[in-house]
């Protein structure tokens, strides 16, 4: 039934993409359905921070497993796509940590150490989801 229900989520969100609806809505969408938090990162192009904390930790297994189970992960670039005003910082890489109505529970700038990175997914999902 759950993954029905995905199926049908997915179709839904697709066919919003189809009327103007951005990415950010979708995803805040999808992180109510799946009862996950939003988890959205600013970047912009040629930005030598947003690679490295690709490299050094968005690509790395155990952070992908944490963003997969706990939450809806996108990344919006601040010179192409829609920034929701609430998201006001101008500094890149920034990852916003939203609740299901789209409300900022945490800012967090700058590059990390995955260390780091892996303790406020953790912290931040624990401390919400109680």
Known sequence: MKKILLVIVSLFCINLSLYGQSSFDEALMRAKIEKKLLLVELIMDFCPYCERMEKSVLSKDDVKKILD??????????????????????????FYFLNHQGEVLEELKGLMKKSDFLFYLEEIYTQEIK
């Open 69 to 94: 189970e706990k939450y809806i992960f996108i990344k919006l670039n601040t010179k192409r796509d829609e920034i929701p005003s609430n998201l006001t910082s101008r500094l890149t890489p920034t």
